[in-house]
C-alpha cells in the first residue's frame, strides 16, 4: 500500500508533519510563553504577596511597636501623674504644715500680744498707783504746806504778841527808868544845894556811882582785805591804807583763796533766824538734831578729864568716822547710816524715837524738826553725801524718772573725772 502512496503524497505528509511540527513547536514555544508569562506572574504574585506579608508584618510590627510606645507612653503618663499626685500631697502636706506654723505662729503672737497687754495693763495700774500714791503725797504735802502756813501764820501772831508784850516791858523799863532818872536828879539836885557854892560849877569832881567802867576802842570792823574781801579793825592792816591785807589772820596777800560760803537753805536759815517756838527749840537743842542726821560715828580713846578743873574732853591716839553696813542687824535697831535707807516717812519718827527711848520724854517737835532737815538736806542743800547713799526708791522719786525705765549697770571702763574721787568707779571687790 506504501508503494502504492506517489511521492508527492509523501512529501505532502511531510510537509503537513512539518506544519504539524511547527505548529506544535509554535504551540510549545506559546505554552511556554504561557507558561513564562504564568511564572512570571506567578513570580510577581508571589513577590506582591510577600510584599504584601511583609507590608503587613511590617504594619503589625509597627502597630505593635505603636501600641508598645502609647503603651509605654501610657506608662509613662500614669507615672507622672502620680509623680504629681504625689508631689500635690507633698504641696498639700507642705501647705497643711505652712498652715499649721502659721496657725501655731498666730497663737504664739497672740499669746504674746495677750502677755504684752496683761504688761501693759500691769504697767497702767502701776502708774494708777504711782500716780494714787503721788497724788496721795501730794494731798499730804499740800496739807503739811497747809499746816506750816497755819502754824507760820500761828508763829506770827504769837511773834507779834510778843512783840507787843516787849514793847509794853520795853515801855515800862522806859517809864521805870524815867522814874529813877528824875529821882536821881531830884537827889543831885538836894546834894546840889548842901555843896559850897564854889563847888556847884565842878560837877565832875562829884561821884554819883561806885561802878565806873574804862574801856578801849578799836574802832569799827568795817576795813576789807585788798585781796579776799575779809573785813578787819584798822588796827590789825599790815598793808598800806590802798592796799589793805591782814596777813595770816585772813588770806596771806592772796596766797590762800577759798570759796565763798553757800547759802543756807530756806529752812535751816529759818530755823537758825527765826524767834519761833520751833526755831528756838532747835537752837537749844541743836547738838541732839546734829547727832541724829549724822551719817557716821564718832570713836577714840576717850581720856576726858573730870577732876579739879572743869572738864575738858581729851582724846588719845586715832580718832575714827565709823559708817558701818548700809543695813541693820535682824536684833539691832538702825542708826547713822542705816537709817537714810528707810522709808522717808519713817526716819523722822526713828530719829525722835531714839531721844525719846534715852530720855523719857516725848515732844511731837521732834518728828516734826527732823522731817525738816530731811527734807533741807536731802531736796534744798543737795547733800552730795547724803545724795550718795539715797535709797534707789527715793532717788527715782527726786529725779522724776519711770521705774520701767531704770537700769543699773557697773562699767568697769568708765574713769572719774573732774572733782570725782578715784574710786568712784571701783567694781566691788568682796560679797556685800
Not at 511590617?58 to 507612653?73: C, V
Not at 527808868?177 to 555843896?195: D, G, I, K, P, S
Not at 570725782?420 to 571687790?429: K, W
Request: aromatic content about 6%.
Amino acid at each position: 500500500m506504501e508503494n502504492s502512496n506517489p511521492p508527492s503524497t509523501k512529501r505532502k505528509q511531510q510537509q503537513e508533519d512539518n506544519r504539524q511540527r511547527k505548529k506544535a513547536e509554535r504551540e510549545n514555544k506559546q505554552l511556554d510563553a504561557a507558561l513564562l508569562k504564568i511564572e512570571q506572574s506567578m513570580e510577581k504574585e508571589q513577590a506582591a504577596w510577600e510584599a504584601a506579608v511583609i507590608h503587613a508584618e511590617r504594619q503589625l510590627i509597627r502597630q505593635q511597636e505603636g501600641e508598645q510606645a502609647r503603651f509605654d507612653a501610657s506608662i509613662l503618663r500614669l507615672e507622672r501623674q502620680e509623680m504629681k499626685l504625689e508631689a500635690a500631697q507633698r504641696r498639700e502636706q507642705a501647705q497643711f504644715d505652712a498652715a499649721i506654723l502659721r496657725l501655731e505662729r498666730q497663737e504664739m503672737q497672740l499669746e504674746a500680744a495677750q502677755r504684752r497687754e496683761q504688761a501693759q495693763f500691769d504697767a497702767a495700774i502701776l502708774r494708777l498707783e504711782r500716780q494714787e500714791m503721788q497724788l496721795e503725797a501730794a494731798q499730804r504735802r499740800e496739807q503739811a504746806q497747809f499746816d506750816a502756813a497755819i502754824l507760820h501764820l500761828e508763829r506770827q501772831e504769837a511773834q507779834l504778841e510778843a512783840s507787843l508784850d516787849r514793847a509794853i516791858r520795853q515801855e515800862e523799863r522806859l517809864m521805870a527808868a524815867e522814874q529813877r532818872q528824875r529821882e536821881r536828879n531830884a537827889r543831885l539836885e538836894r546834894l546840889m544845894a548842901r555843896l559850897n557854892p564854889a563847888r556847884q560849877c565842878n560837877l565832875d569832881s562829884i561821884t554819883l556811882f561806885n561802878d565806873i567802867h574804862s574801856y578801849y576802842n578799836v574802832g569799827s570792823c568795817n576795813f576789807c582785805c585788798s585781796h579776799c574781801g575779809a573785813l578787819g579793825f584798822d588796827s590789825e592792816n599790815r598793808g598800806t591804807s590802798s592796799q589793805r591785807h591782814y596777813g595770816i589772820l585772813c588770806c596771806n596777800q592772796g596766797k590762800i583763796m577759798l570759796d565763798d560760803l553757800p547759802d543756807l537753805p530756806p529752812t535751816l536759815e529759818n530755823l537758825f533766824t527765826s524767834e519761833d517756838t520751833l526755831a528756838q527749840y532747835f537752837r537749844k537743842n541743836i547738838r541732839r538734831f546734829n547727832a541724829g542726821m549724822s551719817l557716821c560715828s564718832f570713836q577714840a580713846t576717850d581720856k576726858t578729864v573730870t577732876t579739879g578743873e572743869p572738864g575738858a574732853f581729851k582724846v588719845v591716839g586715832q580718832t575714827y568716822r565709823r559708817m558701818g553696813s548700809t543695813t541693820a542687824g535682824e536684833d539691832s535697831d538702825a542708826k547713822c547710816l542705816q537709817i537714810y535707807f528707810l522709808d522717808p516717812g519713817y526716819q523722822a519718827t526713828l530719829r525722835a524715837q531714839r531721844y525719846i527711848a534715852e530720855h523719857d520724854t516725848e515732844d511731837q517737835r521732834d518728828v516734826q524738826l527732823f522731817s525738816l532737815l530731811h527734807t533741807a538736806l536731802t531736796q534744798e542743800a543737795d547733800n552730795s553725801y547724803i545724795r550718795s547713799f539715797l535709797t534707789i526708791v527715793e532717788w527715782i522719786r527726786h529725779s522724776d524718772h519711770n521705774p520701767d525705765e531704770v537700769q543699773l549697770e557697773l562699767h568697769e571702763t568708765e574713769r572719774p573725772s573732774g572733782g570725782q574721787h578715784r574710786g568712784r568707779f571701783h567694781l566691788p571687790t568682796a560679797p556685800e
